[in-house]
């Protein structure tokens, strides 16, 4: 009966609470997709999208894809589209991660309590009702969650494509998600399943060349093989132009990429790009242009700015030979910003995804009090009070303020999350449950590559990333705690 009752209230708690967020004003931006640098050009999408996807670039396909396909169907409302999917995604989310906990013997209550915890989130609300694709990559990795726990268990084919099918849908969502990542998993499930080897080898081969195929298509058109050719751009923000040695190697030449610095505007972009990087035309806008003619936001898809790109890539070579401290000091930054309230991803740019933060502001700083930090946020956390058109002040944080900003809660779930991992080396441990020690490798392996390869290459938005993986570390942190218990159990049953 208890299987039954806990998915129904999990559904009525989810469309009673999506609901109210309507109700409270929560709505899907659309306004953000014009300037948003992962997308294409609006008009580009609607009226051309299979020359758009076959000439982008700098993203994977499928969420410019779903964008285009949207727009095809409901036109101007494609927004309610967009939230529809992601409703029923973040649904599906929910369901995913009950159900995985279920199959992995956890007690029905406490599987029904994880996930209501996840599902109230508000900032899972608010990325349901956000346009970047986070809430796909998230609704992706749960359901894939349960998935992989399917395969372990049964060895059914059916789980296995479910598994390595969404797994190539992620990589063709974000590029954090590469084909080396899914090519890992599919050793590990080699490895660790001996026995499903002979099924397991040709469904895996088939996915990991069905996952270059992406690359190879950037490789024909733009020589490069790889899901976005924007990695140098994020690597090289790890250095400011107003850094003294960087200010002096670039004005003897050596880093030209370092000649200018966002600060200096739009307008003064697109005449540096105009001047120094120009790139043949091809005959299409999303190549050609340096701005989307929707909007007038800058075209990150341009073959100027791929041009760019390139010459980035080699001021990044030379900066890590000769200068490579900012590196560090950005990844520890990262970390930093990793194992901050997730909430305070939607305050960065003070944008219309603050705008919708505000609607639940109250809920979320309750929120982060409660499973962040009960000894309060500093006063300069709590920007959501600054009006959206005041430039933010320039950060002078003091220690205590920096280590007020993060989530204890998330920074004691990731540590649970590594002594999970950790246990798996003592196979006495999981003598008994075999298939919740595999299944807890698999989910760490994401959750530990999302944390490596983001800490390295972005600083900014480092707790949007840790969203994404969230649910999969809370599955790793309550199969660890039920095997202690379980094993606990019978040594008091059995001491020998």
Known sequence: MRHRLYPAILIAVFVLSRGVALAAGLRYSTIELVWFWQVLDLDVLHHHLARGLLNLHGQPPLYNGLIGLALKLAGDSFGWVLLGLQLLLGLAATLSIYLCLVRLRLWPSISFWVALFLLLNPSAILFEFDAL???????????????????????????????????????????????????????????????????????????????????????????HFTSSTWAPYSVAKHWSASDPAVAAWAATGKLPTFTYSESEGAEKENEWLRERWRAPKRGAPELDELTKSVGGAANWNSLALLRMHDAQAKDVSFLLRHHPLPVLVEAVKGVRLYFEPTSRYFLISQDEAASEYRKLASITHSIDRTCCNLFGLPPDFRSDYRPPNQAALKDHSTPLQLFQRLCVGAIAIFALMLAALASTTKQSFWRNDPDRRVVTILLGWSVVWVFVVTSLVETGENMRFRFETQALAMVMVAVFTQQLWDSRRRRLIDPH
């Open 133 to 223: 694709y986070t809430q796909l990559v998230y609704a992706g990795l749960c359901v894939m969650a349960l998935a992989i726990t399917g395969y372990v268990q049964t060895r059914a084919s059916a789980w296995l494509w479910t598994t390595l099918g969404l797994g190539l849908g992620l990589t063709l969502v974000r590029a954090t998600y590469q084909w080396m990542w899914l090519a890992a998993l599919c050793v590990l499930l080699w490895w660790l399943l001996p026995e499903a080897r002979r099924r397991t080898t040709p469904i895996c081969l088939t996915v990991l060349a069905l996952s270059l195929l992406w690359p190879f298509k950037n490789l024909v058109r733009f020589h």
